[in-house]
């Protein structure tokens, strides 16, 4: 199979909007496939920032209609408790700024999703939230980058 499907830029783009994966996923990859170090992080960072637009378009319109469904309605229930919690405390604190640093510690479950889902149900105003929460996506992949290539400085050292 040839074409757009087997690009590894393709790969890197899907990565960083996969929720588990995002930036954390996206750049490692593009950069292990050989992809120049700045063009993974300028595509995965995009490609990531887009999960915020489209988180709040979801939870604007298709979360009204699924949450009629009891499945949804208690996973979603039990993501939003646990995403308010860990997001309210740095929204009380440091306001927009606490969105931001909230998605730009690259950690599991911190990225552009929970970020959206954070300023969503904290009723934040979306522009505002849009400009902060791209903000965290630009330093989480500054850090992931780093990260990525610091391990690929240790990994270089011990096999010479």
């Avoid at 319109?61 to 996973?75: A, D, M, Q, S």
């Avoid at 408790?81 to 860990?86: A, D, F, N």
Wanted: charged residues 15%; aromatic residues 14%.
């Amino acid at each position: 199979m040839t074409g757009i499907w087997t690009n590894p830029l393709v790969h890197a783009a899907i990565l960083s909007v996969l929720p588990i994966a995002e930036l954390r996923g996206g750049i490692p990859y593009a950069v292990a496939m050989g992809i120049h170090p700045l063009t993974a992080y300028f595509l995965c960072v995009l490609a990531n920032i887009l999960v915020i637009p489209i988180g709040w378009l979801f939870l604007e319109t298709g979360h009204k209609v699924l949450y009629r469904l009891k499945p949804y309605r208690w996973i979603f229930d039990k993501f939003v408790l646990r995403t308010k919690r860990k997001a309210e405390k740095n929204v009380q604190r440091w306001g927009y700024w606490g969105v931001m640093l909230f998605v730009a510690i690259p950690l599991p479950v911190t990225g552009a999703y929970t970020g959206t889902l954070a300023a969503w149900v904290l009723e934040l105003e979306k522009k505002k939230a849009f400009c902060y929460l791209a903000l965290g996506v630009v330093i989480a992949g500054v850090i992931v980058s780093i990260a990525t290539f610091s391990g690929i400085g240790i990994f270089k050292l011990f096999t010479k």
